[in-house]
Structure formats: structure tokens, C-alpha cells
């Protein structure tokens, strides 16, 4: 296949994915709504979507990288995301002390970058098993 085809091909999959990925944890994090958060300025809940675009995106970097196929790019995306939302349920379940999602709507930043670190960091994680 044409190289440029294929690199728009890989570049549509992502942005579908990404896409995808974040309408799931939109429907997940019921405490508030990340858009309306995001428009209101609220950086700790930008900081925690920004780091499950990147997590997301180094996921899908690495199944590039290690697949043959876009039909294995989109399964192992697709299995990335949940992943990364089992990651975020679990950074929520032991938080006991506090609400992740109530400590991101009332704007603490320094849960937004702890989430951050986990979809990023665990992205790697994910991302070097796909090899």
C-alpha cells in the first residue's frame, strides 16, 4: 500500500480511537462532564484528559509499530482503552480517602497530574506487552 495512504489510514484509526476512548470515560466519570470542566478552566481535569490522549496515543504508537495490520492496530487500541479504563477505575478504587472524580470537579491539580502520571506511565507498560 502507498506509504501516505497508509500514514492517513494509521492517523484516521488514532483519532477514531482517541476519540472513541474519550467518549467512554466522558460516560464513566459521572461527577461532572470533562468538556464543561475543560471550558471552565479546570486544569486538574485537563491534565487527567490530556494524560489519557497520550496514554492512548503511546498505545497505539507501540501496536503501530508491532503489527502488521490496521485491523490489529484497531483491536489492540481498542484493547489499550480498556485497559487505560481499568487503570483509572483502579487509580479511583484505591484512592479510599478521597474521590478521584469529586478531587478533579473541585479543581486539585495535584490529583489531575497523579492521573495524568498513571495513563501515561501505564500506557508504557501496556503499550511494551503489545510487542
Excluded at 480511537?17 to 464543561?36: C, N, P, Q, S
Excluded at 478521584?100 to 486539585?108: G, I, M, P, T
Aim: include cysteine; aromatic fraction near 12%; hydrophobic fraction near 55%.
Amino acid at each position: 500500500m502507498n506509504p501516505f495512504l497508509l500514514t492517513f489510514l494509521y492517523f484516521a484509526v488514532a483519532i477514531l480511537i482517541v476519540l472513541a476512548g474519550l467518549f467512554i470515560f466522558e460516560m464513566v466519570t459521572r461527577k461532572y462532564k470533562d468538556w464543561h470542566e475543560i471550558k471552565e478552566a479546570n486544569i486538574a481535569v485537563a491534565l487527567s484528559i490530556g494524560g489519557k490522549i497520550i496514554g492512548i496515543c503511546i498505545i497505539l504508537m507501540f501496536s503501530i509499530l508491532h503489527n502488521d495490520t490496521i485491523v490489529e492496530t484497531v483491536i489492540w487500541g481498542g484493547y489499550g482503552v480498556v485497559l487505560q479504563m481499568a487503570a483509572y477505575l483502579l487509580f479511583e478504587l484505591f484512592t479510599r480517602n478521597f474521590s478521584v472524580q469529586e478531587q478533579l470537579k473541585a479543581r486539585n491539580t495535584a490529583v489531575g497530574i497523579v492521573s495524568f502520571c498513571v495513563s501515561v506511565g501505564l500506557s508504557f507498560v501496556i503499550g511494551a506487552s503489545i510487542t
